[in-house]
């Protein structure tokens, strides 16, 4: 009997590993832990912070990244949506990406233009008119300042099975670029992708 039942725990775990060992997810990500062994087919926020890392470290490197006139860039960001079946909130890329090129020293971000453009701006200026404030404390028209670059992208994904239904290969894109606004061309974009590959089977999403 006591043979029987170390026979049936030895086939469990041998089980219970075989399982685990088929539903390892392999990524392209450096950043992800051991390699290959995290259980999702999701972005996670190493997956993040390796976009952003690698989306600026190119923009950085680019001359345009420069401004001209020796100051900082000023910059809005504007329209970088989800294109992917996952529910997320995109400020976890971009919130990233503002503090990683502030930190260069030569960025500055606006929050009076853009996808994260601040309600308070608009709202100041109409206390213009209002008898109830103190107009000397309400702020001043044509002070302002307005961007000179602004940041848009998308963050998209693609799913493929292989022909035996065995395995899928999930492909995630940070499709960035940067925009000077004052002549409408692109003097930076880039393309970080992403591919996580697994057993097609059901993952935490």
């Not at 990500?29 to 989306?55: H, I, K, R």
């Amino acid at each position: 009997m006591k043979l029987f039942k170390n026979i049936t725990i030895i086939f469990c775990v041998a089980l219970l590993m075989s399982g685990c060992a088929t539903n390892r997810v392999k990524s392209s990500n450096p950043l992800s832990q051991n390699g290959d062994d995290f259980q999702s087919m999701s972005l996670t926020s190493t997956d993040f912070q390796y976009a952003v890392e690698t989306a600026v470290k190119q923009f950085l490197e680019e001359p345009l990244s420069q401004n001209p006139d020796g100051g900082r860039w000023v910059v809005d960001i504007n329209d970088v949506i989800n294109d992917t079946p996952i529910m997320f909130d995109t400020s976890a890329v971009t919130s990233q990406l503002k503090r990683e090129l502030r930190m260069s020293g030569k960025f500055i971000f606006t929050a009076a233009t853009g996808q994260e453009r601040a309600k308070t701006i608009s709202q100041q200026r109409e206390l213009k008119n209002s008898k109830l404030f103190d107009q000397s404390t309400v702020a001043v028209n044509g002070t302002v300042v307005a961007p000179d670059l602004s940041i848009v992208g998308a963050i998209r994904s693609r799913n493929v099975r292989s022909p035996d239904g065995k395995k899928q290969n999930q492909t995630y894109a940070f499709d960035l670029s940067v925009v000077d606004i004052n002549s409408g061309l692109i003097i930076f974009e880039t393309y970080v992708t992403i591919d996580k590959i697994g057993a097609n089977k059901n993952f935490v999403w």
